[in-house]
């Protein structure tokens, strides 16, 4: 007996055209086919998630009927590395599912860790044999093993909502923290339901000619959240001796999940990237405070607010 497999291909380029084509969410159109060539049917799209500091758009997606009656399924997306400093992200599993249900293997979705790329995911024997896969009813699930899901719909007739895990913006009321010997700049606040820092291994790669260790993440659980503050510090800052505290709307103080890590900028500055996370079950809509302290002078903390929305 011929066991048959299935197989995934994954291309990767190393810059993206962002705007070439103009998608309208969920238009289906003809491909047309030679005489020869089994029926194609292409769903343009524009559906964005987020994953591990990066965005993955998906514009096209293409159903191929194979010869033995089942589907091979071509996926285009963009994929924008949103983090100011490389990343190490644990990557999403990218699987295919119809009426919600599993159709497809699990296919890795490997991001760049900096810059823009373009992805084209080829994966072969989707559905069971003799039943015309309908594309309108796919959706592309962005996941890892226990942890939340983004959900990108294909069609409109998916059976599922879309649940992109978009960052939530954190409007700090002031830019600058000045304490004891530390003079930052407030560069991001957001909260996350989808990668949080991790202490893991990661792998140097070479930026043009510069080698540099990416910042590690991992995945988050379902329904756990957390506020990411990243800080630009100037050349040669640690964060071994900046005391932060974060209280949360429901009264909670809490402090980073992880020791604070600083990263180079990928220029010539010397600048660093202070990053810190507070990992969290629980409601996120409200105020947020947060306290920074030099060690040396903890009695004396910078105090910003930061309004989720």
Known sequence: ?????????????????????????DTLRAVESGPAE???????????????SSSYRLTEVTTTRQPDGRTAVELVLGVVVESPVPVAAAPPRATLESDGVAVSGALEMTPPPYGRASLTA???DVGTPGQPLDPDRLALVLTAPGAARAVLPIGTRSGQDPTDLRPVPLRASTQTVHTGRYRLTLAAARLRADCTGDTGPAATVVLGTVPVVPRPLRALKPGQHTAQILFEAPPGTTGDSLLLHLTLPDGRRIAPSLPIGATPYPDPSGRVNLA???????????????????????EDPEVLTLVAG
């Open 1 to 25: 007996m011929i066991r048959r497999r299935r197989t995934a291909v994954l291309c990767a380029a190393a810059v993206l055209t962002a705007g070439c084509t103009p998608f309208g969410a």
């Open 122 to 124: 080829t994966v072969q």
């Open 276 to 298: 810190a996370w507070f990992d969290f079950y629980g409601d996120t809509a409200g105020t947020y405070t947060l306290e920074a302290a030099d060690r040396e002078d903890p």
């Open 38 to 52: 089994p029926p194609a049917r292409t769903v343009a799209v524009d559906r964005t998630a987020w994953w591990g």
